[in-house]
């Protein structure tokens, strides 16, 4: 064959494979037998091997993966991606109307889909051609695994239809129950330990290095939400419908995977349907997502520092099982924090099999009288980690003893402290208990922290008990020739692990706050204080009353940080991290252009603009010392409106006396 019916021919197998794998994985309507299908895909192979210039990056036959990631880069999401709110009674989905009813001043079409229990994922297509996939990771930036995704057949790598030229797509990648089950029963068959559940075992394979056994293990994909400047619709449902068009998987009307709702009562008539059905789906449900259906109006309820108000989950009443506690045993965390922990006869619960689970603290044990021996019931409801909810007390012997807290911390021996008005005991042993110095570290070092590559939770254990690493400055000591005698060691991981340290010199400032582990200082609080304050040295001579001054900053954070600075050798560490390089304070591009024009002034944002998004609105406000606020109020200076703004707002606002403002009002109130 000469190349122009070559090209010819892998046009026309190229086309009519897509319109195959599309039937076949996104309609379940498959047009020819299987066996057809390879045969035309072993002849696009054939041909793109003897004319290698016509194999397109996106052909279906990539689907097979091969490709082979060592690293996984990290990129920043264009548009963060949040978590939802949980709600677990449909009283709380009463008051989540109502907010949303009271801030718009109308009745809400709302969208009602199932919530997967899959890994969360983000496509970018760009001129109808997948670009990049990215994982969650902390909701700014993910993991690019484009050549584990691609190998997933219901993502398509090529569109079709009408759509537009730049977009990203989000959705949950599962594995289908039908799918693990076998997976699970040939690795017993091999004499390999089974997968504990379909989502972790999802989450594992997408981070596998070669794409050929992501390709091998047959995961799934619904895609349910489409991001992007010019998108077709205003609507959150047609957005969908359309996207189902393009070749992607979407829930769909018809299957009940989606309804549109313009009422509570049709909300709790689909939550409902699913709470009785989900045990007739080949993938994992744990509830129903609600969403406003309308951009405009998600436009301006507008987000929380970590979830959209426009939507919420609301999850299931979780699976509960009965079965014995053997012992309890007591942790300890970095903070010091002792939880008690239930170890238990293994039982199934939701998938999985569970062998322990949280008794949280003292004051829990007691309240349920749990005592060792006891035939407890154990829930897994909207936490990780499982735990004790009730004790069958008809299964209870007379030898039955009361549990005794322990006053003593199991690992160091260091007499045990309650702090007034909390729940857990401490050991005050920081400097000495080696779980606390251990965890510290972990917390260092660990993902959202300093990030640092080739340095886990178990090599800073093992270099901690070699006696290397003693706190967290220690790291930027680290020499070669200390790291090659221990196991596992091989020069090749050595090279990674020091490479890594020195990369994260440049790790931001927020970042290194979060890292060394000030209590009550997350990564939102560590954001806040390294945006208000510029630098380490600022935070360090902060008074109680400066630090309150700073935006969402209580009395317990700053005296936490007061507290922690008061302490000498805490100031020493900071000192030694400072010397060794690390980003102690923002840098310009981080600080962002600062006036002090708005300075006392809060402002809320409502509707939709012609100029600005609401986002670059509110980092114009802060840059220039203005306050964003959520919501009206008495101390509230200005109304920023746009387009589509809710009456309710308009009417609150001129009852206080707040003044109304355009956006070209505020661009004169900045220059």
Request: proline share 4%.
């Amino acid at each position: 064959m000469d190349k122009a019916k070559a090209e010819e021919r892998v046009k026309q197998l190229t086309k009519e494979l897509r319109e195959h794998n599309y039937r076949y994985y996104n309609e379940d309507s498959p047009t020819i037998s299987d066996y057809e299908f390879d045969m035309l895909l072993k002849e696009l192979e054939s041909l793109e091997k003897e004319f290698p210039e016509l194999a397109d990056e996106n052909s279906p036959t990539k689907r097979v993966g091969g490709e082979v990631t060592k690293n996984f880069e990290t990129v920043k999401h264009k548009y963060p991606m949040l978590s939802l709110s949980n709600s677990y009674s449909k009283e709380e989905l009463l008051e989540f109307d109502q907010r949303v009813q009271k801030i718009l001043g109308r009745e809400i079409e709302y969208i009602c889909e199932l919530k997967y229990d899959g890994v969360a994922i983000g496509i970018s297509y760009k001129d109808g051609k997948i670009q990049r996939a990215l994982t969650r990771g902390d909701g700014t930036q993910g993991d690019d695994i484009t050549a584990n995704v691609k190998t997933i057949r219901s993502v398509p790598l090529v569109l079709k239809g009408d759509y537009p030229n730049e977009f990203e797509i989000r959705g949950e990648i599962f594995y289908p129950l039908s799918v693990f089950r076998e997976l699970n029963e040939k690795r017993e068959a091999e004499g390999v330990e089974q997968l504990a559940n379909p989502r972790n075992a999802a989450s594992g394979t997408l981070k596998m290095q070669d794409s050929s056994i992501v390709a091998e293990r047959k995961l799934d994909c619904f895609l349910y939400f489409v991001l992007g400047e010019e998108l077709p619709f205003n609507e959150h449902l047609k957005n969908i419908e359309a996207a189902g068009t393009w070749g992607f998987k979407v829930p769909k009307e018809e299957k009940q995977l989606i309804r549109k709702c313009n009422s509570l009562e049709e909300v709790f008539s689909f939550i409902n349907y699913w709470d009785e059905q989900r045990s007739s789906l080949d993938f994992e449900i744990d509830g129903v997502v609600i969403k406003v259906n309308n951009y405009n109006y998600q436009e301006e309820l507008g987000f929380t520092a970590k979830s959209p108000r426009w939507a919420i989950a609301y999850k299931f009443k979780a699976e509960q099982v009965e079965t014995r506690l053997d012992h309890i045993s007591y942790q300890v965390g970095r903070t010091g924090a002792i939880t008690p922990v239930a170890n238990l006869e293994p039982v199934l619960l939701a998938g999985t099999t569970v062998k322990r689970a949280s008794l949280h603290n003292a004051d829990q044990i007691a309240k349920l009288d749990i005592r060792e021996g006891d035939l407890v019931q154990v829930e897994k409801g909207g936490e990780i980690i499982p735990k004790v909810v009730g004790v069958n007390f008809s299964h209870r012997t007379s030898k039955s003893k009361p549990t005794e807290y322990i006053s003593q911390c199991p690992e160091c021996g260091t007499e045990l402290i309650r702090i007034e008005g909390e729940a857990q005991h401490y050991c005050p042993n920081m400097w000495g208990c080696p779980p606390q110095i251990i965890g510290k570290m972990a917390h260092f070092i660990s993902r959202k922290a300093m990030d640092i590559d080739g340095l886990g939770e178990e090599t800073v254990a093992q270099l901690f008990e070699a006696n290397l690493i003693n706190d967290i400055a220690d790291i930027y000591s680290l020499e070669k020739e200390d790291l090659l005698p221990l196991d596992r060691m091989a020069e090749k991981s050595v090279n990674n692990l020091l490479e890594g340290v020195e990369a994260s010199k440049q790790i931001p400032f927020p970042r290194v706050l979060y890292a060394i582990g000030i209590r009550y200082v997350g990564e939102t609080v560590a954001k806040k204080l390294a945006k208000h304050f510029k630098s380490m040295s600022a935070i360090r001579s902060a008074s109680l009353e400066e630090l309150i001054a700073v935006d969402e900053i209580g009395e317990k954070i700053a005296e936490s940080i007061i507290a922690f600075f008061a302490e000498e050798r805490n100031v020493e560490l900071v000192d030694r991290l400072t010397a060794a390089g690390l980003q102690m304070e923002l840098n310009e591009e981080e600080s962002g252009p600062s006036s002090q024009k708005l300075e006392g002034n809060s402002f809320v944002i409502s509707g939709v603009f012609e100029r600005h998004s609401r986002d670059e609105l509110k980092m114009l406000i802060e840059a220039n010392g203005g306050k964003n606020t959520g919501s009206l109020s008495s101390k509230t200076n200005y109304l920023l409106a746009g387009d589509n703004m809710g009456p309710a707002k308009k009417e609150k606002a001129e009852k206080l006396g707040i003044q109304i403002i355009s956006e070209s009002d505020f661009e004169q109130m900045i220059g």
